[in-house]
């Protein structure tokens, strides 16, 4: 799906106070704390979107800091717009970058978690490298998890999901809990957060598939 260009985005994400300058994210390296100014288990979205998720959870959970990654302006504004209106979130982030480079930006054993939800398909076979639940992205993800963490990934893309079960089987990681219809499982449905193309795809009666991973 092309995206629209929203003029006057990049400008206006250069101006947030919601979002870390590219500049400044290697510098945050190993003490991802120190942005949020208070020392919490730090979790990451991949491809966030407009941040409806990650937004719901940071206000679920003010235990917890919350980093949104999203590659796209067009799309990263809308999540700006929404962070504007909650002027008693303290624990929510942005960044604009490719997520190839997380390793430069995370220190090891750094995050506690994260989520990936409706990942781009990149259905070509040459782009498979690119697919965030690829052994490439997996291995990015091992090097910065804390022991415990998990992985999280949702998506109504069944070939997307059964290459996600490939690649972990092939990256040796554990899965924890499957679905291939989480709306109608009362355990892995229990406190799920919908985003906008997960509230989107259930209504056209498409099953929403989930897998959590641990290396």
Known sequence: MRLRNIPGSREAIAQSEFVIPEKE????????????????????????????????LAV?????????????????????????????VHNLLFLRMDA??????????????IYLNFSDPWPKDRHAHRRLPSRQFLERYRQILKSDAVVEFKTDNTVLFDFALEEAAAAGWEVLSLTRDLH???????????????????????PICKIILRP
């Not at 959970?61 to 990654?69: A, K, Q, S, T, W």
């Open 100 to 113: 190839e480079y997380i390793t430069e930006i995370f220190a090891p054993e750094e995050v506690s978690g």
């Open 60 to 88: 679920l959970h003010p235990e917890n800091n919350y980093l949104g990654i999203e590659k796209y302006s067009s799309v990263l504004i809308r999540a700006i717009q929404k962070r504007s209106k909650m002027p008693d």
């Open 184 to 206: 109608r499982d009362p355990v892995m449905n229990e406190g799920n957060i919908m985003t906008e193309y997960e509230e989107r795809f259930s209504s056209l009666g498409n």
């Open 25 to 56: 994210m290697i510098l945050y390296r190993g003490r991802w704390s120190d942005a949020f100014g208070a020392d919490r288990p730090l979790f990451l979205e991949i491809g966030m979107g407009k941040g409806r998720f990650i937004s719901e």
